[in-house]
């Protein structure tokens, strides 16, 4: 086995946990992790996906159990979303550009592990009933065009704007990320999907990570270490992705 193989097989499970323990599924980092290690965009949307559909589902049910869901919140944010995601997984991207875009989303979990964003509430927006609908819209149809759930754009919104806390933003992320994940997949394998068959070997490792982040985040787990070198992993990736 190559060495490069043998290091998804260590960092796939790794990226899972990490991002299972705060409600996300992880596809930005595993897109991240492919796209470095030279898979092409139509090849590792929907293996990434696919983790993610996994990844967030037990990060939901974990997160579930400990916080009051959100039902209105939920609702309307993913009526809308759901299709955007699946018309976003329809649309193939040039490489150069997907692998740009891609490097900027990356900064969204950086700032989220380095508490650089404000607090539950920084800003008191009112939840006017078009800002969910609107969000949806937005988030879905990006997700959908990247091969992520959305649930790294979403939750800083949430929590900045005071509309759940932080277990609450964790359970409605994680379910928002399953559903834009299938939708985005669906859109995918409709349409332009290539699936590297040796990917599928990586999805049972990468939710055996999820599992064990979601329990251990939802017990409040404490892993600053690990984060802060993830964080750095990061960075230099976002920074490959957008200028190299």
Same mark, same amino acid.
């Given at each position: ?117 404000? %607090? ?23 997700? %959908? ?71 251990? %985040? ?27």
């Amino acid at each position: 086995m190559e060495f490069y193989w043998i290091a998804l097989f260590v960092i796939l499970p790794l990226i899972g946990f990490l991002y299972a323990s705060v409600g996300h599924g992880g596809a930005s980092s595993y897109l991240m992790v492919l796209a470095l290690f030279g898979f092409a965009p139509e090849e590792i949307r929907p293996t990434a996906l696919m983790m993610n559909i996994l990844v967030s589902l037990l990060a939901f049910l974990a997160f579930s159990k400990v916080s009051e869901f959100p039902h209105r919140l939920f609702w309307s944010l993913i009526i809308f979303s759901v299709p955007a995601a699946y018309l976003g997984g329809t649309v193939l991207v040039n490489e150069d550009l997907y692998r740009r875009i891609l490097g900027v989303l990356l900064l969204f979990p950086v700032f989220r592990m380095m508490g650089w964003f404000p %607090g539950k509430g920084a800003y008191k927006i009112h939840l006017h009933w078009w800002l969910p609908p609107l969000l949806g819209l937005t988030i879905g149809f990006a997700s %959908g065009l990247i091969g992520i759930g959305g649930g790294i754009i979403l939750s800083p919104i949430v929590l900045l704007a005071g509309w759940a806390d932080i277990k609450q933003t964790a359970a409605v992320s994680a379910l928002f990320i399953f559903f834009n994940s299938i939708a985005g997949l669906s859109g995918a394998l409709m349409h332009n999907a290539a699936i590297q068959p040796q990917l599928f070997y990586l999805i049972p490792f990468a939710v055996m990570g999820g599992a064990l982040g979601a329990w251990y %985040g939802s017990k409040r787990f404490d892993f600053d270490v690990v984060k802060k070198l993830l964080v750095a992993v990061l960075v230099v990736a976002s920074v490959k992705l957008i200028f190299l």
